[in-house]
């Protein structure tokens, strides 16, 4: 009998330390699951720190004064490549190409309207200006430039010669690498229908 009780004792005891141990296994892992979050939580704070840290002992780039862009501009016009350009700015070229950019600098001033009318669906060979036509404005001919989102490359793609598009610009520019004033649109409709809308990058313009 006696061995029989130590016996059941034994066993009892036994099942109750093997109770003790499963919540003991269970705890380290309910412990490791709430403290490895804490641990990537903390490194991530920690490497955004110094992230800012870094950021903050750069040092940033003063913008350059009128005077300063003055000198810099006079500096780079004595350059061969500054002299090659100013030769080509006097010249019948360049004169025409200005005399373009005249044509249309109160409506690109006022951000206004221009009825363009289609004459190439390409850019001239050699061009690197992403995706454009050819359009003619006011009777002068003109490169027009777009930076469209993949939504809105069937619009464009489907203009054809000929066709009457109304555009907004802020901005042309000139290359005596370019015969034309390049138009940068950021605003085009046909018929009355939006087909292309400038979309600005996130963190720039």
């Known amino acids: 009998m006696e061995n029989k009780k130590n016996a059941l004792n034994e066993s009892d005891l036994s099942a109750d330390r093997?109770?003790?141990i499963k919540p003991t296994k269970n705890m380290k892992k309910v412990i490791y699951a709430?403290?490895?979050p804490l641990?990537?939580?903390c490194g991530l704070v920690f490497?955004?720190?110094e992230i800012k840290n870094e950021t903050s002992k750069r040092p940033t780039t003063k913008p350059l004064s009128a005077a300063e862009?003055?000198?810099?501009l006079k500096k780079w016009e004595a350059t061969p490549e500054g002299i090659k350009f100013k030769e080509w700015e006097v010249s019948p070229a360049g004169r025409k190409v200005h005399a373009g950019i005249a044509n249309i600098w109160k409506q690109i001033s006022a951000f206004t309207n221009m009825e363009a009318v289609i004459t190439a669906l390409s850019l001239p060979p050699g061009s690197r200006l992403g995706f454009?036509?050819?359009a003619r404005i006011n009777d002068v001919d003109y490169i027009v430039t777009f930076e469209p989102e993949k939504s809105q490359l069937g619009q464009l793609l489907s203009l054809k010669v000929n066709d009457k598009i109304f555009i907004r610009s802020h901005n042309v520019s000139y290359a005596p690498k370019y015969s034309y004033p390049i138009v940068s649109c950021e605003y085009a409709e046909r018929d009355g229908n939006v087909i292309f809308k400038h979309v600005p990058?996130?963190?720039g313009c």
């Open 69 to 72: 862009r003055e000198a810099e």
């Open 47 to 49: 490497a955004n720190r």
């Open 18 to 20: 093997s109770m003790l």
């Open 201 to 203: 990058r996130k963190g």
């Open 34 to 36: 709430l403290i490895l």
């Open 39 to 41: 641990v990537v939580v």
């Open 132 to 134: 454009g036509v050819m």
